[in-house]
């Protein structure tokens, strides 16, 4: 757990998180697949019906949400698994690249390293984009895999870790209750945040723009 985050975010094993997309049903909780102007993510959303909420500068009117990311296996072999990733990174260009004005590339001359991935954005659609990338995160046989990764976020900072470290579960506490979490999070959140348990300076600080949450 961080202290300092403002929201919960749940990262499961690809087998796990397809049996609960088949398998999960709940009267005030809905399932949502994500999208954004690069198009449909390869992540899930529950939100709860019985609630809104607002964000600042917006009247758009939400509902309280917690994310839910596939953990995916990675090639065994080292030099695979670096091309695997690579071309992932090229993929993620490419749909980020898609919603990006062309003026944008000229005036910033990101035209000289993105330009390919330009031209390739616009021989798809978004929603085609999020369709081939959410199956090459999946290629990976997840139960041969020994080195998995979070691929589905948007950024590139897909840090890999051992399997093991999501194989098994103990118990913590958590605002006075106890919850199982993956026996291997200590190491992963310190490689993906650092110290964690110490909040950052204010100025390094942000939050997901929530000004208000309530019951309907």
């Not at 870790?161 to 006075?176: A, D, L, Q």
Request: hydrophobic share 40%; aromatic share 16%.
């Amino acid at each position: 757990y961080i202290p300092w985050d403002d929201d919960i975010d749940i990262a499961m094993p690809r087998p796990d998180f397809n049996r609960f997309m088949a398998e999960f049903t709940c009267v005030h909780l809905q399932v949502r697949r994500c999208g954004n102007r690069s198009g449909v993510l390869p992540f899930i959303q529950i939100c709860d019906n019985r609630t809104a909420l607002r964000f600042a500068g917006e009247t758009y009117t939400g509902k309280i949400w917690i994310d839910v990311f596939p953990l995916d296996g990675l090639p065994r072999n080292k030099f695979f698994r670096l091309l695997y990733r690579k071309f992932h990174q090229f993929l993620l260009g490419i749909i980020q690249a898609k919603p990006t004005p062309w003026r944008h590339f000229i005036c910033n001359g990101y035209w000289r390293r993105h330009v390919i991935e330009k031209l390739v954005a616009c021989c798809f659609s978004q929603s085609a984009l999020g369709k081939i990338r959410n199956k090459y995160i999946q290629m990976c046989d997840y139960s041969r895999a020994t080195s998995i990764a979070m691929l589905s976020e948007m950024s590139n900072s897909h840090f890999e870790c051992p399997k093991e470290w999501f194989s098994s579960t103990i118990k913590v506490s958590f605002e006075g209750r106890a919850f199982y979490v993956p026996a291997g999070y200590d190491p992963w959140l310190r490689q993906k945040w650092g110290d964690y348990m110490t909040p950052p300076p204010e100025e390094l600080r942000y939050s997901h723009g929530v000004i208000d949450a309530y019951w309907k």
